[in-house]
């Protein structure tokens, strides 16, 4: 049975079908929308047991999408908590082995378990996950750390900030042979202002060239550590020495990190941002799916 990923019921008469191509593999994507190997894990189990799963998308638009290991390029996971996933709950970890690569984005911010992201484990736990992971996704070039967002914010008259958690990263990753560093600036849209203003939360949103010299400091201090930093969406980094526009999901680097070699579409994402750089993926996720995680900054969650 497909498993349904929200109550909606949709008309089933041309409903499109993703990743059926007799050309070229697709990119899954799990999820951009919302934590599923944290939040949903034995659906996404259920979803890569049947090999195929409907999609509530954006602007309610349902789709259908072939997850048929034949089918798919790479799977891409995105979280901020694997544990799921490494303790092979609902044997989520079997059914993600049956890919041909898998890619992992990670997120850790150092904020985990404050009040900014209460649903998220502490630094410190997030950190031991990257043991589990690293054979997980095969090798330490299969994941990307997100250090993402980088926030700040005021508190009792003084200014706070996650910053200065990179310097505990960067070792960590060092001595794990871990170099790809997504980074970005917290991107405060209306809801997210909102809620910021309902919790009494004082945010801060430096200038763009104040960021631009941040970025410029976490750059030197990468390299010391042999890490590359990656700017996520945000074109006012770009020329920043050190710093790298992002494709998060990069057909460049899947193709070359694939088993195979295996070729895959290079065009760039035309359901992303403008300065999203990321080249085509099939998302499975839908922002029906409520993620607990609780981030004070989220730009998906309508219900936090």
């Keep these: 049975m497909v498993p349904l990923i929200n109550r909606f019921t949709p008309d089933e008469k041309n409903v499109p079908l993703w990743g059926r191509s007799i ?20 659906w996404l189990a259920g979803a890569l047991d049947a090999e195929s799963v409907r999609v509530f998308g954006p602007r309610r638009r349902m789709y259908t999408v072939d997850l048929r290991p034949e089918s798919v390029h790479t799977l891409v996971l995105w979280s901020k ?31 985990g378990g404050s009040f900014i992201e209460s649903g998220v484990p502490a630094p410190e736990a997030a950190l031991r996950q990257l043991d589990d992971l ?5 090798s330490p070039e299969s994941i990307s750390v997100r250090f993402d967002p980088i ?12 910053l200065s958690f990179f310097d505990t990263l960067a070792p960590e990753l060092e001595s794990r042979a871990l170099t790809r560093v997504r980074i970005s600036f917290a991107q405060w849209y209306g ?15 430096p ?12 750059a030197t201090s990468a390299d010391h550590r042999g890490l590359s ?11 920043v020495p050190g710093i790298h526009p992002s494709s998060c999901i990069d057909g460049n680097l899947l193709q070359s990190l694939h088993p195979e070699r295996e070729p895959v579409s290079l065009r760039k994402d035309r359901g992303q941002r403008k300065d999203c ?3 085509e993926s099939v998302d499975i996720g839908s922002y029906a799916q409520a993620c607990p995680h609780s981030c004070l900054y989220c730009y998906a969650n309508p219900k936090v």
Aim: glycine share 6%; with cysteine; charged share 30%.
């Design 23 to 42: 050309d070229m593999r697709k990119i899954i994507s799990a999820s951009r929308r919302t934590d599923l190997p944290a939040s949903f894990p034995a």
């Design 134 to 138: 690293i054979p997980i996704a095969g």
């Design 151 to 162: 926030l700040f914010w005021k508190d009792g008259g003084e200014t706070r900030s996650n």
């Design 191 to 205: 809801k997210a202002r909102r809620r910021a203003g309902n919790r009494g939360f004082d945010f801060l949103d």
């Design 207 to 218: 200038d763009e060239q104040e960021k631009r010299d941040i970025a410029a400091r976490l």
């Design 229 to 239: 930093l990656y700017a996520c969406s945000q074109s006012f980094l770009d020329g």
């Design 277 to 279: 750089l990321c080249t």
């Design 81 to 111: 908590d694997f544990t799921s996933l490494i303790e092979n709950r609902y044997h989520l970890r079997d059914l993600v082995s049956k890919y041909s690569q898998i890619y992992l984005h990670f997120t850790i911010t150092g904020l």
